[in-house]
Each structure stands twice: as C-alpha cells, then as structure tokens.
C-alpha cells in the first residue's frame, strides 16, 4: 500500500510540474507573438525595401537586375522582439549589388557611393547614417528601422552567397548572411520527442471535441528561446548610457551561441520532457560555443569560418567579452529564480527582469482563484498529497543540476 501511495504521489508531482511548466510556456509565446513584427508592419518593410532597391540601381548607373535585396538577421530568421512603446524593431538588410563599375573599387569609395544613393529615398525614411559596416534608415513614422549593408559578391556572381563588405579597420570582410540563416532555420525545426506526443494528444482530443481555447505551447524552441534572451538583453541595456550600451551583446552572437547550444541539447532530446527544460539547458551551454585561443575570442559563422562575429572582443579592451559574462549570468540568476517558485506564486519584479511590464500585466491577467482549483482537488484526493510548490523546472546552475 505504502508503494502504491509513493507512486501515485510521485505522478501527482509530475503532473503539477507539467501544468506549471505549461503556464510558463503559455505566457512566453502569448507575450513573445505580441512582441514580434505583425504581418501589416512586415508588408510595410518589405515595400519600403523594394523602393529602396530601385532608386539604389537607379542612382548608381546599374540595372535593377544587378541589385539584390537580401534580408538578413531577426526577419530572415523569424526571431524579431521589440518592447512596444520604447524601441523599434531593427531589421537588417543586405543590398548585393554588381556590375562593371563595381570591379576593383575600393572599399571606402564603393561605401560612401552606396550612402550617397540612400540620400532623398522618400519622405518615410529619413537621412541615412553611417554606422561601421552599414547605413541606417531611421523611418521615423514606422515602428522599425532599417540597417542597410551594400556588399559585393565574393565571386563576382550575383547568385552566390559568399559576400565582402567595407569595414573601415579591415577594408572588405568576408560575409554570408544567407547559409547562416539556413543553418538557423534548419536547427529550428528539429522537435523534440515531448513536442510530438503533445501533438499526438492533441490530435485525438481534437477528433472528438475541437476546443477553441486550447493552450498554445512553445511550437518552436529555438525561435522563441531566442526571442526571450534578446528580450532580457534589451530589458537590461535599457536607459543606459551610450558607453555601456557599446558593451551590449550583439544579436547574432547570441542567436549563434543558442543555435549551436540547441543542436547539442536535441542530440539528447529524450531526456527532456518540456519546452522550459530545453530552454534552460541552452541558456546554460550558450558561453560553451565561445572560443578562445588565449589570445582571440571567435563565434564564427558555421556557414562560413572567415567571418567572426566576436571580432570587436579583441579590440575594445576586453569590454564587450566581460559584457556578455555579466549578461549572461545574470540571465542565469533571473531564470533561475523565476522558474523556482511556482507560477501563481511569482513575484512582479522577477516576472519583469525576463518579460518587462507587458510580461507583468500578461501575467496578472492569467491569474485567477480556478487557476489550480483541479490540480489541489487531485492531490488532495493522494494520502500525504497536499500539492507542495516542486522546484522546477531545474534551475541552470552548476552542470550537475541539469539535465544533460
């Protein structure tokens, strides 16, 4: 009887570790889709784009064939946050350009002409400015601003993926923006073994009754992991100075960092039973992709080794190296306390370290007296079962106390 009564309290705790792990998820993905690009503002972009890349051909003497739009970073990989209200959404496009004007031109030259043919696009985009390799396009009346590459095929072929670009240290620099997003988005579909019985449940729930209020759950990992850690980055950078902001942690290092994090934790996908899991573990291996030679700090591309996004590692003293440490642990502390307490149980100031107040209010509003009113009722109904609050999922922390 004694045994009977452990395991049926055991499986009373493992269903209240999945329902608390559920409400996260469903918090996350309500919070995070509201967050993202909407389909009308990603319309916008997409012809402010295009207008661009007619009046760019147009004021370089070039035909409008042998100028190529490719959309880069966050909207390449569907992986766009922004706090609504205080920031804009930064979308990040390269222009790949050619024709014989092109050929042997230096770099500096080839990047002030493209600035030039920037200058009077419309009223909607504003005066372009300089950044190191880019040109910003501020659209002041749109919720997003454009970073604006030019770049020149590698192999004088407009079809390949292998760029150069100006940097004003090194004069052109290799780049492939397009192979590392497929390598993202490749890496995004793998699902896990929980994922596709939850579907299987799902499924046979659905063929007899369909619900329309169904719990949507983190459908996919690894966009919505990293949607949450540039979420906290921001969070945490924001109302800072401008010389603490140039230590912030650029987004394609932690999209890389993640990304080679996620495929190490799928290789172990049986050992994982929910989203919020999977998500710790790779907070907790991302500083793992990081290499250091003694000297030189790289997350290179995987699509292409030349191009090192930690580059600026070497060259500011070390500030950014000690930057993304001091983020990433402190990521670390406030995942860890907020998954320790049980979700009604949360606190607000915990819930706005990882969410902000949108994350606040959301949560707030998910709350009610029913909330866990059947879960209490059952292990009520277990000997010795009154529902305690289960430390879970297992915070990040020493590599012991995870799951792989």
């Known amino acids: 009887m004694n045994t009977k009564r452990t395991l049926a309290k055991a499986f009373m705790e493992k269903v209240a570790v999945d329902q608390e792990a559920q409400q996260w998820e469903e918090l996350m993905v309500q919070l995070l889709a509201k967050l993202e690009l909407s389909e009308e503002e990603r319309e916008r972009a997409v012809r402010h784009y295009e207008t661009l890349a007619k009046q760019v051909a147009r004021k370089l003497g070039v035909g409008e064939t042998d100028v190529h739009i490719v959309v880069q970073g966050s909207m390449r990989t569907q992986t766009t946050v922004a706090p609504r209200g205080r920031e804009k959404f930064d979308l990040d496009i390269v222009v790949k350009l050619d024709g014989d004007r092109f050929v042997g031109i230096d770099p500096d030259e080839f990047f002030e002409d493209f600035g030039d043919s920037l200058r009077g696009l419309n009223d ?25 590459t030019p770049a020149l095929p590698d192999s004088y072929d407009i079809t390949g993926t292998e760029l150069r670009v100006r940097d004003p240290d090194t004069g052109w620099s290799p780049s492939n923006p397009e192979e590392f997003a497929d390598w993202f ?12 019985m939850l579907k299987a449940a ?29 979420l906290h980055r921001d969070l945490m950078y924001h109302g800072v100075s401008d010389e603490v902001k140039e230590g912030k942690p650029i987004s394609v ?24 899991e999977v998500l710790l ?35 500011d003293g070390g500030k950014r190296v000690r930057a993304f440490y001091t983020w990433h642990k402190q990521l670390r502390t406030d995942l860890a306390a907020l998954f ?49 609050d289960p430390a879970i999922p297992v915070p990040p922390g020493s590599r012991k106390d995870t799951l792989a």
């Open 253 to 276: 290092v932690l999209v890389t960092l993640a990304t080679w994090a996620y495929k190490e934790v799928y290789r172990n996908r049986h050992m994982y039973s929910n989203a919020i």
């Open 340 to 388: 320790a307490d049980s979700y009604s149980r949360s606190n607000e100031e915990r819930i706005r370290k990882i969410f902000g107040q949108h994350g606040v209010d959301a949560w707030k509003a998910s709350i009610a007296p029913a909330t866990s009113g059947l879960l209490n009722s059952l292990m009520k109904s277990v000997p010795g079962g009154e529902r305690r």
């Open 185 to 196: 988005c490749e890496a995004a579909e793998q699902r896990f073994h929980f994922q596709t």
């Open 281 to 315: 573990d790779v907070v907790e291996r991302m500083p793992d992709y990081v290499e250091y030679d003694g000297e030189r700090y790289s997350v290179c591309n995987p699509s292409h080794m030349e191009e090192n996004f930690a580059e600026r590692w070497n060259e």
């Open 124 to 148: 909607a985009a504003g005066d372009p400015k300089p950044k190191p390799r880019c040109w910003r396009l501020q659209y002041p009346h749109e919720p997003f601003y454009f970073d604006v």
């Open 202 to 230: 799902m499924d046979a729930r659905h063929q007899i009754d369909d619900v329309p209020s169904d719990a949507v759950a983190i459908d996919d990992i690894l966009r919505r992991t990293v949607q949450l850690i540039k």
